[in-house]
Structures are given as C-alpha cells and as structure tokens.
C-alpha cells in the first residue's frame, strides 16, 4: 500500500536567540524529521515537552509554516499548495487539540460550533449539515439536548468529545492529535482513548498521535516515533520499542514507566544534565551529553536514522 503520509527533511527554525554566546540565532524546533504513515495506522510521536513534537503536528497541517522539507499527502506536496489548494485539503486532515475549551468559542452553541466546519465547506444543504451534526453528536457519545448549549456547560471529557466530533464532521481521512488526553483525569483518558479507537475502525481514520505519555502512546499506537531536539531518534512497531527499545534515549525514557511484565526487569536509567536548548544544539549527536554510551565520534558526527532491522529506525552510532 501507498502511505497516506510522507513527511521527508522536514525542518523548522524559529528566529531566536540564546545562540552560541547569546547571539542571534534560531531556535531547530525541528530539525531534519522523517516519518511515514500508511492508511488506517496509528502512528505516535513520543518525546518530552520541547522536543519538536507539536510543530511537526502543526507543520504537516501547514497551520505552521515549514521552513523545509517535503509533506506528502496522497502523493501531493502540501509544501507547494496555494492557500486555495490547501484549503480543499484541510478537509481531509484535522487537528484535535490537547485542550478543546481553548478552541472551542465559549459564544457558540455546540450546534454552530458544529454546523460551522460544514458550513466553511459548502457542504450539504441546511437540513443536511443539521442531520449530520445531529448523528455526530451521538458518534461521539453525547446527545442532540447536548447541541443547544455552550461549552463551559460540559465537563473536560464531554468537551474532548465535542472536540472530536468537530474534527470528524467533515470526515477527513487523518486526524492529528495533539496530547488529546494530557488534561483529562485517568479514568477519563481511557474513555476517550477507547472512542478513538472506535472512531477509528468506523471511519477507516489514519490517526498521528501526539503525547509525552508512554502509558497512553502504549494503549494507542501501531507504531512509535521517539523524538529528541527535533530529530526522530528511533521509529518501530510498538511491541518492539517498548520491549527491545535500540537507542539508549529510548531506554532510559522507557526505564521510567512501570512495566506490564514483572519479569522483565529493568534499570532506572537517570539522564545526566538537563534537555539542552535547541537553540544552540550539542555537536555531533544531539543526545551525547547525557548518553551513557557516548562515544569519541558521538561528539562530532551526527547519527543518520537507519533502519537495523526490518521496520525499526535507530539514529545511533551503537552497533
Ligand atoms: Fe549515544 Fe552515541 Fe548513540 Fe548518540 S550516537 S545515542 S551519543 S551512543
Ligand atoms: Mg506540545
């Protein structure tokens, strides 16, 4: 099968400073990123606060522009579409973010907040755009008395419903979730997890998943991406990252969580040093200050992401 998604080079650098000695500079929020996404699959991007994650989500929807880097959606380079163009294709992919009341204007009923992406689109008639609202509405578990009141009306993982329903009212085919359930309470998380699922087989969705949360990235995905100051560290099908993880990041962000398997035993493995800033990266490989495996040629030739074995991408000089 042909991905739905190929994102190749992609780089964004924001103006900045906080460059070597305090100059002028920009900040590498993403730096060189690699990712592919076939139909149907859920891919996550892992990593802590800063690491470029966000931006790659927002880059793909061209909501930021790239600085390079191709993004091809069906085969088409989004980086090339005018804004007309781009507008046909924002129907095909949505954004569901972490915190649906900021997006959600508290001054519109559900209804509108509904009708509106319809509306934008030209699509259907009246009492067509009010039917599939209606029947969204109750696709993502809430009722058609739910539709005539406003947002502060609902509970944080009512409104993350209300947030997926306005995503899939125009029925894209991905959907890019950005910490979708970083703000709900646990009990909730897996509720909204679980309707994504659903949604998921319903509407054949290809969903890139965005989350710090390796419990939750666990629970979702097909495959996993881990990223690090921007870069893609290490890509594999989701059993084989969280059980034979390659790259020594992955293994001590892993080291952190509570494992499944009692019997499988680890090490805390503590970074040393903290997140460096990517506005004045490390030389060599990125992570080399704080590996426990550093090498002398860590220091000053960067890490190309290759594949190690069928499907696994490692961007380290480990053999
Ligand atoms: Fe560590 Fe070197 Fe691998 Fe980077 S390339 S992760 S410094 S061993
Ligand atoms: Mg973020």
New binding site residues.
Partial sequence: TEPLLEVKGLRKLFPGTGGPLGKKGFVRAVDGVDLTIYPGETVSIVGESGCGKSTTGRCILRLIEPTEGEILFQGKDLTKLNQAELRGMRRDMQLVFQDPFASLNPRKTIRQILLDPLQIHGIGTAAERRKQVEEMIEIVGLTKQHLDRYPHEFSGGQRQRIGIARALILRPKLIIADEPVSALDVSIQAQVLNLLQDLQKEFQLTYLFISHDLSVVRHISDRVAVMYLGKVVEVAEKNKLYEAPQ???TKALLSAVPVPNPDYRKQRIILEGDLPSPANPPTG?T??PR?P???DI?QTAA?RLQEKEAGHLVS???E
């Fill in positions: 790259h020594p990041y490989c992570f080399h590996c495996s550093c090498m860590c890490p380290c000089h480990l």
